[in-house]
Every structure is written in structure tokens, then in C-alpha cells.
């Protein structure tokens, strides 16, 4: 299997598909991300607000893998927004991933003094500790906002994206500044089966022998989006990252399309009472 690359904004080589850890509890997140290893991901995506990046740096450093070759992504939370904070919280993600950089470093969510996180970020960036910067959940008008004034423009976005939640919507405001789309929930997410069960997508897949989920995968990595799947399961990891053998063709791209049915996501980030609950918690 050889792995597809993209190349951010300021060249930085990123893997096209990655394993993420998110509700991976602490105490099963080094045996996942040594499997993940093993199967054959280069690219790991946690966040400060798992509570498990000791267990990926864990299974990174008894991993034998070379630090060069792996691709880490981590986010700041809510909590740690600001320019101190968050400059102090990089240093804790370090410190626990047990590494010396990060390869791509994100704000997770556009709540609180996301400037001053960014300037913490650039700061990171420019003194070697992050090899790349982004943001996520910046829907498209908040990502304008932001990408307009800051000094380095956002490499990615992380955003909720599969075939049933597209984000065509963001798309050119995305590519006016050269941020790449990252994909979160890129099979629906932990319960959510639209996407694993669908019948489209089982039906493309037939003609490959592929599942419904590696056609998600694959449509996702076809359109230049990086996707980061989560499985505890081994058989699932191996499944999930098998998608470089085969081609959707125009056609099956094109009615993949017609799935699309929550454009910007399931989530509403404007939702005052959605922003109050996570402010009131962890700012
Ligand atoms: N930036 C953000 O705000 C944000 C939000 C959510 C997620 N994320 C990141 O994105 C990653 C992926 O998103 P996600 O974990 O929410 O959802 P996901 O990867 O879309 O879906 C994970 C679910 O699908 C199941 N699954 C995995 N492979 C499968 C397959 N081949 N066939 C059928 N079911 C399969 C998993 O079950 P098993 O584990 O039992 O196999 C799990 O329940 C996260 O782990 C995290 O790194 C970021």
C-alpha cells in the first residue's frame, strides 16, 4: 500500500489518511494507536480534550517507527484558549506525546481568545515545535473572520465531513487561502450508520469489493480531503486504510454527491445554548 500525500500551504507533506482517537479511553488508546501503527497508519490524530495523548506517545515511542515518519496532529481545547495558556498547553501536549514537535497543531473549537491561541501557535510554528498550524470547526464565515487577520494563514481546517455532510458550502472560501480540509466523523461517527449501511455506497463498493465505509474513505481522499477514522478494532484499522487499490469513477463520484443532506454538519456551532454549554464548562 502507498500511502497518498497532500501538500499544505507551506509545504509540509500530510499522509491523505490518518487513524483518530477520539473517545478512545485513556487505558486502550496505546494498544489502538500500536495497532494502528501496525497496520500500517502513519498519521494520528488526538486533542488535548481526549485525555489520552500519553497513550499515543506511549505507543509512538516503544514503536520502533522512526519520529520522521509518523504524522501527529493534536488540538488546543477551550480551556486552554488564550496566548499563555495555550503556549503553556503546548508544551504539556509535548511533553505527554513524548516528542519534540508536533506535525500539525490545531484550535479545536472557535470559542474563546482563539487570536491569542493563534499567536501561541505561530509562536510554536516559528520556533520549530509544530511543523504546521490549522484550525477546526470554523464554519465558513468564521473561518473567513479569522484566516483574513492573522499573520499565518490556517494549512487546515478539521471539519465534520462524509458523504452524507459534504461541506461543499466552505469549499472556496477554504482555497482562497490554501487550507486543506480535514475530515472528523468520516463514517458518521460512533453510532450514526447512514454512512456504513448505505446502500450506495455498498453497491459501488460491490464492483470493487470494497465495504460501504472504504467507499466513504476513498470519496473523501478522491476530493483532496484527508480523513482520520477510528476503529478499536484491528480487522477495521486494516479495512479502512485499504483504499488506495481502486478508482471511483466520475460518475460514482457524482452520486455519491447526491447524498449530501447536512452541507455545514450535524453539529450547530451557532447554537447559543450548544456555545453556552461548552464556554460555561471549559472556559
Ligand atoms: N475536531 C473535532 O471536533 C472532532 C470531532 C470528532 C472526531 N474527531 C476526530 O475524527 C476522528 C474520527 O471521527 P469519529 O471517531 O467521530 O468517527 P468515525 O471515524 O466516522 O466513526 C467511528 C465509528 O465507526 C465505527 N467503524 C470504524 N470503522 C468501521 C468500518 N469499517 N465499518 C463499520 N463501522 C466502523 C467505529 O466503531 P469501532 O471503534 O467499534 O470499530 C466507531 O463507532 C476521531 O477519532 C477524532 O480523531 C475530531
Known amino acids: 500500500m502507498t500511502m497518498q500525500t497532500i501538500r499544505l500551504n507551506n509545504g509540509v507533506e500530510m499522509p491523505l489518511l490518518g487513524y483518530g482517537v477520539f473517545k478512545v479511553a485513556p487505558q486502550e488508546c496505546e494498544r489502538c494507536v500500536s495497532d494502528a501503527l501496525e497496520v500500517g497508519y502513519r498519521l494520528i ?55 519534540g514537535y508536533i506535525d500539525l497543531l490545531l484550535i479545536h473549537q472557535a470559542y474563546g481568545d482563539v487570536f491569542g491561541s493563534w499567536r501561541a501557535m505561530e509562536a510554536a510554528y516559528r520556533a520549530g515545535k509544530v511543523r504546521a498550524i490549522g484550525v477546526s470547526n470554523f464554519q465558513a464565515g468564521r473561518f473567513f473572520d479569522f484566516a483574513h487577520y492573522v499573520d499565518i494563514k490556517p494549512m487546515v481546517n478539521q471539519l465534520q465531513c462524509n458523504p452524507l455532510v459534504q461541506q461543499r458550502g466552505i469549499e472556496p472560501t477554504l482555497a482562497e487561502y490554501g487550507t486543506k480540509m480535514m475530515a472528523w466523523g468520516p463514517l458518521g461517527g460512533e453510532g450514526a450508520e447512514g454512512v456504513v449501511k448505505s446502500g450506495l455506497l455498498a453497491s459501488i463498493g460491490e464492483g ?54 447536512h452541507d455545514t454538519g450535524t453539529v450547530n456551532f451557532g447554537d447559543p445554548q450548544f456555545v453556552k454549554y461548552l464556554v460555561e464548562t471549559y472556559g
Not at 522512526?66 to 503556549?87: C, H, M, P, Y
Open 45 to 99: 490524530d488526538t486533542a488535548q480534550a481526549y485525555f489520552n495523548e500519553e497513550g499515543v506517545g506511549n505507543a509512538i515511542s516503544k514503536s520502533g517507527i522512526s519520529r520522521q515518519d509518523i504524522f501527529l496532529v493534536t488540538k488546543v481545547w477551550i480551556s486552554n484558549a488564550g496566548e499563555e495558556k495555550a503556549a503553556a498547553s503546548i508544551d504539556e501536549s509535548l511533553r505527554k506525546l513524548k516528542t
Open 208 to 261: 470493487y469489493g470494497k465495504t460501504a465505509a472504504q467507499v466513504a474513505l476513498r470519496w473523501l481522499t478522491q476530493r483532496g480531503i484527508v480523513a482520520i477514522p477510528k476503529s478499536t478494532h484491528m480487522e477495521r484499522m486494516r479495512q479502512n486504510l485499504d483504499i488506495f487499490d481502486f478508482t471511483l469513477t466520475d460518475e460514482e463520484m457524482e452520486r455519491i454527491a447526491t447524498l449530501n443532506c
